[in-house]
């Protein structure tokens, strides 16, 4: 069953087709719905406005860093594991100012 997407129920009772065969893959999509509902939660009935890209932000710069790490630094082979040219992730990590070791 590795890699099979199974039917399951979402945290908001929806059944959907969210959970990955492994389980490491499972908790990641799990945290992700698990802010959102926290998210939309906190709205208090306001409506939420370009949340996509809200998200990308949230995600991209906690990810940048943790991969930075993982791989000592190392932008080609954080660039391999992200799935990334080298030439966007140095444009990623300028942005973010991360171009240095920290």
């Known amino acids: 069953m590795d890699g099979i997407a199974i039917m399951d129920q979402d945290i908001l009772g929806i059944e959907t087709e969210v ?3 492994t389980p490491s893959q499972q908790s990641f999509a799990h945290s992700v719905q698990l802010a959102l509902q926290r998210y939309f939660t906190q709205l208090e ?3 939420p406005a ?3 890209n809200l998200v990308l ?3 991209e710069l906690p990810l940048l860093k943790m991969v930075m790490r993982y791989t000592n630094y190392n932008q080609s ?3 391999k594991v992200l799935g990334l040219s080298r030439g966007t992730l140095r444009k990623k990590l300028a942005t973010y100012r991360l171009n240095e070791r920290r």
């Open 19 to 21: 959970r990955p065969a």
């Open 77 to 79: 082979k954080a660039a």
């Open 57 to 59: 932000a949230e995600m």
């Open 45 to 47: 009935g306001a409506e």
């Open 50 to 52: 370009d949340l996509y």
